[in-house]
Structure formats: structure tokens, C-alpha cells
């Protein structure tokens, strides 16, 4: 691999982990302002809240927090099958393992 696709592929990740932070940041954020805003622990909280639920700002909380979790489960999903592709295919591919499992009356 030549030097500039290395320095290519080190962009590439770089702005993937920027987006990882980013929805981490607005995921811990949003869980901890919609308990704040629109689920207040108090006597009063607890009977507002129906009326809280449907308010602009408590539905835009709860879509980031959804989608915020739904984007960090992906990210986990990617960096493990980039990891399980390094530590088991790779090395069947070294090993020519591939071959065998491909055409078993060659050996």
C-alpha cells in the first residue's frame, strides 16, 4: 500500500471517529436533558409529564437518543466485523485455507 492511500484510509478514520464522538456526545447529552426537561423528578413532574411527551423539544431529545444509540450500534457492528475479518479470514488466506474449503479434492 502506498503512501498516500495509507494517508487516504487515515482520513477515512479519522472522520469516522469524529462522527462516533459526535453521536456519543449528543446521545449522553440528549439522555441527560430529556430527564431534566421532560421527565423532572418531582410530584409535579410526574403528572406533567404526558403533556411533556408531546412537546417539540421532548420529541428532538428522545429522536437523538434513539438514533444516537441506533448509530453507536452500528459502529460497534463495523469494528467488529473489521476486527473478525483481520483475525479469522486473513489468516485462512495465509494459510491457504480458502483454497482448501474451495476445491477439497486438490491437496
Not at 492511500?5 to 462516533?20: D, E, H, Q, W
Not at 409535579?44 to 412537546?55: C, D, E, I, K
Not at 495465509?94 to 483454497?99: A, E, K, S, V
Amino acid at each position: 500500500m502506498s503512501n498516500y492511500n495509507k494517508l487516504i484510509l487515515a482520513k477515512k478514520t479519522l472522520g469516522s471517529c469524529y462522527v462516533y464522538i459526535l453521536w456519543i456526545t449528543i446521545h449522553y447529552m440528549a439522555t441527560h436533558l430529556y430527564t431534566h426537561l421532560c421527565t423532572p423528578l418531582t410530584f409535579t413532574g410526574y403528572f406533567l409529564s404526558p403533556f411533556f411527551v408531546n412537546a417539540p423539544h421532548c420529541q428532538g431529545l428522545r429522536w437523538c437518543i434513539v438514533h444516537g444509540a441506533e448509530s453507536i450500534n452500528i459502529f460497534w457492528l463495523i469494528l467488529g466485523s473489521w476486527f473478525t475479518t483481520k483475525l479469522v479470514i486473513k489468516p485462512m488466506c495465509n494459510l491457504g485455507g480458502l483454497t482448501q474449503i474451495n476445491n477439497p479434492g486438490n491437496n
